[in-house]
């Protein structure tokens, strides 16, 4: 059971994360989500303005319990939509060769 002071603390942190996983390329938030403990994943799985590429790190590479409360949460704006292509189709395409240096 937590006390008052740690579920505070945990909000708090997730409200960072939220907010720097408005921002972060995938690979650094998949590894920002990976350090988190168990009341911060879910808090912040409950932030309804957590942006869609950040839920979808979550219900790919998440536990079973971010699923459910992600599913549970009908105020999540960032849930992908069911049907868009997935990393897999972007990987086929090539990348220009004149794009390679700007990358």
Known sequence: MSTAVEDRG?????????????????????????????????????????????????????????RHYIARNPRVVGRPLPGLPGPARYARRRTPPELLPVL
Request: proline share 5%.
């Open 10 to 66: 945990s909000r708090r942190l997730a409200w960072c994360v939220a907010h720097v996983l408005r921002h972060a390329p995938d690979h650094i938030a998949l590894d920002l989500l990976g350090r988190l403990d168990r009341p911060t994943r879910k808090y912040l799985c409950r932030d309804e303005w957590l942006p869609a590429s950040a839920v979808t790190l979550l219900l790919r590479h998440g536990t079973e319990a971010d």
